[in-house]
């Protein structure tokens, strides 16, 4: 007889056991990760801190908790892309496929991690020759294609917050966040393909750069869609031309564990949108965590595929930071 559907949706009791052979070889099978940081979690976050991530400076405090305020390894050091690329390909991992990309019309592209590493070090170069500093905030207004982590990993290596807009968000959208995060500099594309059409991205952002947004002082756009755009002469570059001129090397700076990540905001449907901060060393042990055993991951074996955009946090955690952190090859 077949299975039932489910009648009441907040009702549903049916329990789906795990098949035996799926047991054998799951990360864990018993309580006892729970037992551990039911029984200590400082020491808790504070093996999983040491055992998933690289740092340069170890830290000596696990948490400063003032509420509401939250500091993860507040005297530690590290660096996110560095974790998600350098220490990957000095391993001998390098030639490892990072993503196996398919973009709507059907067009592919694979990249490995040293592919990724060259890619995301020119892109640091490419902003350190913008004038960006550590500390400096940058809008990302993009489709899902790859040079969108490229992006976001060379702002994690040079200390630089992105902030990444939904590219299905309004100029108003973008205004308000460009000027809220104080953005020097917005990165998109001509356009991104929905339901098999080219819809506009860089016309969206002049039409928020016409309204306000003065700090923005450049804007770097991707070809994707090879449609037609109008580009300001001295304020917008095309990713191709900066990208062939870039040097090759750009160190990852170390960052003190509190230095700010990103800038994601909330949609602003109840009110205006708020910035929320995730900073460095307490997001990335978290995400590294939780990608690893929430999805018992096993890089040598999986190719794991994560169906949110990068527009949201979602996205960020589990196409980019916790999958490049535990050097698995994703499907974007």
Known sequence: ???????????????????????????????????????????????????????????????????????????????????????????????????????????????????????????????LGLGLTKGDRVAIYMPMILELPIAMLACSRIGVAHSVIFGGFSPDAIKDRCEDADARLIITADAGYRRGEPSALKVNVDSALDAGAATVENVIVVNRCDTDVSMVDGRDHWWHDLMADAAPECPAEPMDAEQLLYLLYTSGTTAKPKGIMHTTGGYLTHVAFTHKYVFDLHPDTDIYWCGADIGWVTGHSYIVYGPLTNGCTSVM
């Open 1 to 127: 007889m077949a299975e039932p559907t489910i009648e009441v949706y907040e009702d549903e009791a049916r329990l789906f056991s795990p098949s035996a052979a799926f047991q054998a070889t799951a990360l864990t099978t018993d309580s006892a990760l729970y037992d551990e940081a039911e029984a200590d979690f400082e020491a808790f976050w504070a093996r999983q801190a040491r055992e998933l991530l690289t740092w340069r400076k170890d830290f000596t405090t696990t948490l400063e908790w003032d509420l509401p305020f939250a500091k993860w390894f507040g005297d530690g050091q590290l660096n996110v892309t560095e974790n998600c690329l350098d220490r990957h390909v000095a391993a001998g991992k390098g030639d490892k496929v990072a993503y196996h990309w398919e973009g709507e019309p059907g067009d592919t592209r694979t990249v490995t991690y040293a592919d990724l590493l060259a890619e995301v070090q020119r892109f640091a170069n490419v902003m």
